[in-house]
């Protein structure tokens, strides 16, 4: 897969389309959005992670993501990689926290093979009682993964089971939530 780099912190990965709402006509509409990867050893992607999760709220993945890319970059070295997806257009010398999507961290275990320690999307863009304003982060960012590797493994949180289903992982162990999602030839 080739990327583009683009002169910021966070490094441009791709566009990908996510769904926003429209009032007007009354559907949700495609709309573009970056995916981008924040380094763990650079101090203001560091920062852009810390206020992600503070936006995100205290007790959430996206705290866990910033505490693992802030305190265990050592121990997992290159394996570890932090993506997110975001509105924000350009100018990513500094992440505006409040376009922010969703994050996700992966931990790489083979050439082609990552386990997905934690997916989030922003809770103001959960689907739950009311019609959220833009939809399919979490899937937009399991699509990008699914084009990178042959081999995605997982643990739900117990509210995500269906969205993984949904997105073709077959579930393993159905008491640790344990999924899979193998490329198929």
Request: hydrophobic residues 30%; proline residues 4%.
């Amino acid at each position: 897969m080739k990327t583009r780099e683009i002169s910021f912190e966070a490094r441009y990965i791709k566009d990908v389309p996510v769904k926003k709402y429209s009032y007007f006509k009354r559907a949700y509409l495609e709309e573009p959005s970056k995916l981008i990867e924040f380094d763990p050893k650079d101090s203001i992607d560091i920062e852009n992670l810390e206020n992600i999760a503070k936006d995100f709220g205290g007790d959430s993945y996206a705290n866990n993501i910033f505490i693992h890319a802030k305190y265990l970059k050592e121990h997992l070295g290159e394996k570890g990689r932090y993506i997110g997806i975001t509105r924000q257009k350009d100018n990513f010398n500094k992440i505006d926290e409040s376009l922010i999507l969703g994050v996700a961290e992966l931990t790489q275990k083979a050439p082609k093979e990552i386990e997905l320690e934690f997916l989030q999307v922003h809770p103001q863009y959960l689907n739950s009682y009311r019609r959220p304003s833009i939809k399919n982060t979490g899937t937009a960012i399991l699509n990008y993964l699914k084009e990178c590797y042959d081999r995605i493994i997982l643990k739900s949180s117990p509210n995500a089971t269906f969205f993984y289903k949904k997105n073709g992982f077959i579930q393993l162990d159905e008491k640790k939530r344990l999924f899979e999602w193998k490329r198929q030839d």
